[in-house]
């Protein structure tokens, strides 16, 4: 992971870094530090935590200069502490990197045999000191050419030189790179959203690529050192970019936000008035697909999960959902008729972009489906499907979850309808039934009274559990995995048919145990095993919109949600449990939008 970004201008740079890391944190948030170029010296600043750390730091002392690199970090090599905070700087050239150098032992033994010592625990130290080595007799642009011909792994890397007070030579292999164009002013970015504050004009590296900014000028060169064009594209105007509004933190925000989001969705995709879901452009005609694949990580794999139901349901495909840090790296036999789908919100993912290429030297089609439009993983796609959620910025995806899950019901629907696997009437009244979708969310928020109370219960207990059958089951997963990240309480989610066969073990007196139970088919299944849990001590909170009296027997709560039809179910039965895993955490006072030990966009494997 990690955030880049560099400035080279003609007035004070350090200030828009820092507004730019600011924006970056999302990446990564354990440590900050810029490096500027004043007086032909580095001036290096840097600090463990955020990136407001660094600015009272530069408030006491700042960093003067037209040129300048900055970084916030997620750690990989080396605990966050100033001296692991990026930029690394020699006497001469000072670096900040995204990624992982895979071979810096051996580089780091290699450096340490001619006599070069090394400050930080870091891997990106060594590509200061190769530097240093090679511009002994080497112009920047060359120095930096060798260095990355010795670098094994991946990265994204912003360089500044302290004998060219006009000059940073950004280079990427893997980790995504940006640069930005502006009048006296060009930039480096990990990515647009880095630049957005200060230019609509973009061009992304491609791996391989070096590029050498100055105030007035930028070029690109390949791998080979041999000059080339990038097409220069024009960002959108998100213009309600990273506001919190009334709102406590991003994530409450975006929780409330998800009818509207889903509104906008629907409205990007389906005719109403024909009550049709327009999808053009299938990358493989949907009457010779053989086989769905999705795959995505965390709670993108989680939608993938859901929607291995539906495309069961509505078409007569058989479907796979896999973890991209699995799937890259198993034995796979691709198939051309197949549709490998790639699930993520930030469309930069390190596990999911490497699932995807290899899909592409396979020679099969992909799809993805992505918040980020202009991401790596959208731009690398045969196919793309943007879900329209608008910026997530907590790093708990919600809004982009149930934007994901909407997607992949409506292509599993269109899929099912083109082949044939389901009628038009039925077809038809799964879009009309979905138009419903926004206002049933907006009345599903209306459990956050009751689930503050619930939230209590939590405080005190050790761990608990999600259960969950058929489309609830991965909800049940979701939901353990939003209280783990946002609260550090353990949770586990399991499918409630399996309790039996171990987890039952787990359950004992008051243990807090979070039943999703939607009133489908597998609903009295799941109430025997909510049952069987009860008789052991559970704490049951029910999560149905069944109105079913039995059931309401020795649960501790029941959150009632509106009636929805059966197969959206996991859309309402989610909100309730992103609103526990948050009031959870504002209770224990956990920092809610930035979650120890996370980044929102996982960038390295
Ligand atoms: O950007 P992506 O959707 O590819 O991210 C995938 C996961 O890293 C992400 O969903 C993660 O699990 C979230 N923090 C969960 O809330």
């Not at 592409?360 to 991401?375: A, D, F, L, M, R």
């Not at 503050?452 to 353990?480: C, H, N, T, W, Y």
Request: net charge positive; proline share 3%; charged share 25%.
């Amino acid at each position: 992971m990690c955030g880049i970004v560099g400035i080279a201008s003609n007035k004070s740079v350090s200030a828009n870094i820092v507004n730019s890391l600011k924006k970056l944190e999302y990446r990564g948030y354990d440590s900050a530090g810029l490096a500027t170029l004043s007086n032909n010296l580095i001036n290096e600043k840097k600090c463990s935590g955020r990136v407001e750390q660094l600015e009272k730091i530069l408030f006491k002392a700042p960093a003067e200069g037209n040129l300048g690199i900055g970084h916030v970090r997620w750690a990989t090599h080396g605990i966050p502490n100033e001296i692991n905070a990026h930029p690394h700087s020699s006497e001469i050239v000072s670096v900040v990197h995204n990624g992982i150098i895979e071979n810096s032992n051996n580089l780091k033994n290699q450096l340490e045999k001619k006599g070069l010592k090394f400050k930080s625990q870091t891997d990106t130290e060594v590509i200061t000191l190769l530097l240093t080595e090679e511009l002994k007799n080497k112009s920047p642009l060359d120095a930096v050419h060798e260095t990355l011909k010795k670098l094994e792994g991946s990265f994204a890397l912003g360089i500044i030189f302290k004998n060219f007070k006009d000059m940073i030579i950004g280079a990427r292999r893997g980790s995504p790179l940006a640069v930005g164009y502006s009048t006296n002013e060009n930039y480096l970015g990990s990515d647009s959203y880095a630049l957005k504050s200060m230019t609509n004009k973009i061009s992304y590296l491609d791996d391989g690529d070096i590029c050498v900014l100055t105030k007035d000028n930028v070029e690109f060169y390949d791998f080979r050192k041999k000059k080339i064009n990038k097409k220069v594209l024009l960002l959108s105007d998100d213009k309600n970019i990273a506001h919190k509004g009334d709102y406590k933190n991003f994530m409450s925000k975006e929780i409330f936000e998800q009818p509207i989001a889903i509104k906008n969705c629907i409205n990007e995709y389906i005719d109403k008035s024909r009550d049709e879901i327009n999808f053009y452009n299938f990358p493989i005609k949907p009457d010779s697909i053989d086989k769905i694949i999705l795959v995505g990580c965390g709670t993108a794999y989680h939608s993938c999960l859901v929607a291995k139901y539906w495309f069961e349901e509505f078409t007569s495909l058989t479907v796979e959902a896999d973890v991209a840090s699995e799937f890259r790296y198993r034995n796979l036999k691709f198939n051309k008729n197949s549709l490998y789908l790639f699930v993520s919100q930030s469309g930069e993912t390190a596990d999911t972009a490497a699932a995807l290429d290899l899909c592409k030297k396979n020679g099969v089609k992909t799809c993805s489906i992505v918040n980020v439009v202009e991401s790596s993983i959208a731009r690398n796609s045969d196919w793309v499907l943007p879900i329209h959620a608008g910026p997530e910025i907590g790093v708990a995806s919600t809004k982009a979850f149930t934007g994901q899950m909407l997607l992949l019901y409506m292509l599993s629907l269109k899929i099912g309808n083109l082949r044939g696997d389901i009628e038009r009437k039925y077809y038809q009244t799964k879009i009309i039934n979905l138009k419903k979708l926004p206002d049933l969310l907006q009345n599903s928020l209306k459990t956050e009274d009751k689930i503050q109370l619930v939230a209590k219960d939590f405080l005190k207990s050790k761990g608990s559990m999600f259960l969950g059958r058929g489309f609830s089951f991965p909800i049940a997963l979701e939901g353990a995995l939003k209280l783990k990240e946002l609260s550090y309480l353990h949770a586990e989610g399991y499918p409630a048919g399996e309790m039996k066969h171990g987890p039952l073990a787990l359950i004992e007196d008051g243990l807090p145990v979070i039943v999703i139970s939607p009133n489908d088919k597998y609903f009295q299944k799941t109430i025997s095993n909510m049952q069987e849990v009860i008789a052991r001590g559970g704490k049951i909170l029910l999560i149905t919109d069944s109105n079913d009296s039995v059931i309401s027997e020795n649960i501790r709560f029941k959150i009632n949600l509106p009636h929805i039809e059966k197969s959206l179910s996991p859309f309402l039965t989610t909100i309730p449990l992103q609103l526990l895993a948050y009031h959870v955490a504002l209770l224990k006072k956990c920092d809610i939008d930035k979650p120890r030990n996370l980044a929102k966009s996982v960038t390295v494997e």
